[in-house]
């Protein structure tokens, strides 16, 4: 079963500059090195906040609980350091997949969608609502998340460097589509799909929708 590092978060304008080049050229190659890292997206909110979304997909959900993962994590480096000061609104949850449209596709967006920890959730009827807005023209492909189990799912001993710490994500349901518009207009439609899919609906229970434009995906060469 596929794995996937789902991370959203704002950045300081102050960091942006700093943290553009610390992403593309240390972060997402350190991370690709690793055993079991296959392939980094990343997105850019069309109009929201948290900013930016980025998933790492992995072979697994172990390669997230390896020791070289956590070793990297345990000994970040100085510009790592550096640039997490500027991070805010940390969501941060090692996943793994609960379901994919067969043969789904890359689209030039996605809308996702998540409901934040703590939240009871009927998987049952997540899937069903899957299933249901792939049968969307618009939609190339849907993906669910449900956090990892065991050490897998342990929280980040990078979470200290940045403010507030990390959140974590009890569901998340990410729904490529053609276009930035077809996301916009697909975002009640999704939304209402994680609200029916929540067990018992609150007002603690938060969930958060954005559609994001695709920025880049950078691959494991090996």
């Known amino acids: 079963m596929g794995g996937t590092l789902a991370i959203w978060h704002d950045i300081e304008d102050s960091a942006m500059d700093l943290y553009e080049s610390w992403l593309v050229g240390e972060h997402i ?3 690709l090195s690793l055993p079991g890292f296959l392939e980094a997206r990343r997105y850019e909110s069309v109009m929201g906040s948290p900013r930016f979304f980025i998933a790492y997909s992995v072979a ?57 920890a703590p939240a009871a959730i009927s998987e049952a ?20 998340w449900r956090p990892a189990k065991g050490a897998a799912g342990a929280p980040s001993s990078e979470a200290k460097l940045r403010p507030g710490g990390d959140r974590t994500v ?16 697909l975002e009640d439609t999704v939304r209402a799909a994680m609200r029916q899919s929540v067990k018992a609906l609150t007002d603690e229970v938060q969930i958060h929708i954005d559609t994001y434009r695709l920025l880049g995906v950078w691959r494991n060469g090996k």
Do not use: I, W
Request: aromatic fraction near 6%; charge should be negative; glycine fraction near 6%.
């Open 125 to 144: 009827a997540l899937l069903r609502q899957a299933v249901a807005l792939e049968r969307d023209p618009r939609v190339v492909g849907v993906q669910v």
């Open 170 to 185: 009890e569901a998340a349901l990410v729904v490529d589509v053609l276009r930035e518009d077809d996301g916009a207009a």
């Open 29 to 31: 190659p350190e991370r």
């Open 60 to 116: 697994n959900p172990e390669a997230l609980a390896s020791p070289d993962y956590l070793a990297r994590l345990a000994s970040p480096t100085p510009m790592t350091r550096e640039v997490f000061k500027g991070f805010r609104n940390m969501m941060r949850t090692a996943c793994e997949l609960a379901y994919e449209t067969p043969h789904r596709g890359l689209g030039g967006a996605v809308v996702t969608v998540y409901a934040q």
